[in-house]
């Protein structure tokens, strides 16, 4: 049996440094240091990565790289790169990596090569979303598909969601991107209310092709497609994104026009995969495949570099030290970049669902913390919204920054403005302002003695608030492709550490159960099922309603 994180050197080392380090300032590790940028700044092709504005010293770091190395972490590496079963609650291998193996070197699965059956699927991909975008593969009245639809949820949606609307710059001018997740018919109807069904190619995205909500939503689109221009029309306007080619076919899709994936890519990490369609479509497969190389750079980064010049490596001992030492259990990604506006979202799912989880890899309860709280969204909207909390509440909420240096609308003064604010964040969250800095502003402004006595306590900024901040040149495919692979590979790291299965979801299954047994309830086809008094209550007030 592993011994326990708790239990480890590393780990009571940190708990003692903590106790006396937590009353450090960052302020003074600056005045202290000069040289402290440059000493905590990583690079890897125009991403650069300046961590110096977190609350450590070399100490911290040497314990937390210590900690990792206790906990197996360079091995853990190499099991994941080399195809080993670490999705060990499901028995499989975690190869998402294999997706965007860019140097076409054997992986193996299952004894194996994964390889070429990826290519396969890649060249497919490409060659579809070629014809598409040059109008070769028409709709069934012959138009040109213009439309693109994709039905999937969580891992079969979050992704291309995320990256068509980082990429929408690189979109062909002709196309449009839409996305129905949701159950509720209204994602379903306010799509179909805008689309054309002779111009409209609907992408079914489902590993299993066994989700509620995907094989609803697209059985209704279906229907809506074939009331239009008659059965034969599902052929030119259908196509598959599945393990399943059974469910596929049984759903109507003919299998050539199926794209496979393999249950070793986990859904939150599938937008490498055929998943990956509508981004290939709308965007061009050489960008999508930009992307990959992307990815590629920053999975040999990350697989080769030591600890101490690895940037996915040293964002998750950050976090650990945040999360596990100060207790601070959430943290926020904000991207100063309009284009990344869904990036929040889409990394909640793959931290979150990855490692939000409370059992070991022993099956023991665990008895720390493991996955924090992430949320955001694009700055500087945010600082309107919550970032009074992040400056001004009880608790600190460790901040990653990202900002492209070039933007893809530089107009006017937008982006000095965009740029200015974001690095005033990062220093005002480190720096903060005294009660007695406070003060002499107020003064300064011309306020009475009672009125800077009443008010600088409310103006003063603790400061000491840890922030990374990420800086790219452009927000281009291949950067996309690594910012991604970097926060996939944080949360590895994380869940190595805590020792727990990042690649399982079991959490969202119980819901999923229960849905099923309210749903012949709701619509009177069953009685008599035991929930509890709230439950029911609810249950039969809704009904009543719906009458
Ligand atoms: C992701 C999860 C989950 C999954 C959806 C959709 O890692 O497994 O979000 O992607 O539940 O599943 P299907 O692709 O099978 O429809």
């Not at 190869?95 to 090569?113: E, F, M, T, W």
Request: glycine share 6%; aromatic share 10%.
């Amino acid at each position: 049996m592993k011994k326990n994180l708790l239990k480890t050197k590393a780990w009571k080392k940190l708990t003692d440094h903590y106790k006396h380090f937590k009353k450090i300032e960052m302020r003074d590790l600056f005045d202290a240091d000069p040289k402290r940028a440059d000493k905590y700044t990583l690079k890897l092709d125009n991403l650069m990565f300046d961590y110096s504005k977190n609350r450590f010293n070399d100490h911290t770091l040497k314990l937390l790289f210590r900690l990792a190395r206790d906990c197996g972490l360079e091995e853990k590496i190499k099991a994941m790169f080399r195809g080993d079963k670490i999705n060990f609650t499901e028995n499989r291998s975690v190869l998402h990596i294999a997706l965007r193996n860019r140097s076409n070197k054997p992986i193996y699965a299952d004894g194996k090569d994964v390889m070429p059956a990826i290519n396969a699927v890649l060249a497919k991909m490409r060659q579809f979303a070629e014809d598409v975008r040059l109008g070769k593969f028409k709709g069934h009245t012959g138009k040109k598909l213009t439309s693109i639809v994709n039905i999937g949820i969580g891992g079969s949606d979050l992704g291309p969601v995320m990256a068509t609307e980082a990429l929408r710059k690189y979109w062909a001018k002709d196309m449009n991107c839409y996305f129905i997740s949701n159950i509720d018919g209204t994602a379903c109807a306010e799509v179909l209310n805008k689309v054309n069904p002779e111009t409209t190619l609907f992408i079914v995205s489902s590993k299993t092709f066994t989700t509620i909500e995907t094989l609803t939503n697209a059985r209704t689109c279906r229907k809506w497609l074939v009331d239009a221009l008659g059965e034969p029309a599902v052929a030119k306007h259908f196509i598959a994104i599945s393990t399943n080619q059974k469910e596929v076919e049984k759903f109507g899709i003919n299998p050539e026009n199926m794209f496979e994936f393999w249950d070793f890519v986990g859904g939150r990490y599938s937008m490498w995969s055929a998943i990956g369609m509508s981004i290939a479509i709308v965007a061009g497969p050489d960008n999508f495949e930009k992307m990959l190389d992307g990815a590629f750079a920053m999975d040999k980064h990350f697989a080769t570099s030591d600890f101490e010049h690895n940037i996915p490596v040293i964002m998750a001992l950050l976090g650990i030290w945040y999360n596990n030492f100060f207790g601070v259990k959430r943290y926020a990604v904000i991207p100063y970049d309009q284009y990344l506006q869904y990036f929040p979202a889409y990394l909640q799912q793959l931290d979150m669902e990855s490692n939000g989880k409370s059992v070991d890899r022993e099956g023991n309860f665990i008895n720390y913390s493991t996955g924090p709280v992430l949320f955001g969204g694009a700055g500087t909207n945010v600082q309107h919204s919550f970032f009074q909390l992040i400056h001004q509440g009880t608790d600190f909420v460790p901040c990653d920054f990202i900002i492209p240096a070039i933007s893809h609308n530089e107009i006017g003064d937008h982006h000095e403005i965009l740029v200015a604010n974001v690095l005033a964040q990062g220093e005002a969250l480190m720096r903060g302002k005294t009660e007695k800095e406070a003060a002499a502003e107020l003064a300064k402004a011309g306020k009475s003695k009672d009125e800077v006595k009443a008010l600088k306590r409310y103006k003063s900024f603790s400061g000491n608030r840890p922030s990374n901040t990420f800086v790219v040149k452009k927000v281009d495919p291949y950067t996309l492709g690594e910012l991604v692979a970097m926060y996939e590979h944080k949360v590895f790291v994380q869940g190595v550490i805590w020792n727990i299965n990042s690649y399982d979801q079991m959490g969202v299954e119980l819901g999923k159960q229960l849905a099923l047994n309210i749903l012949p309830e709701l619509s009177g086809n069953a009685t008599g099922i035991r929930h509890d008094c709230s439950t029911s209550k609810l249950i039969e007030a809704i009904k009543k309603m719906r009458k």
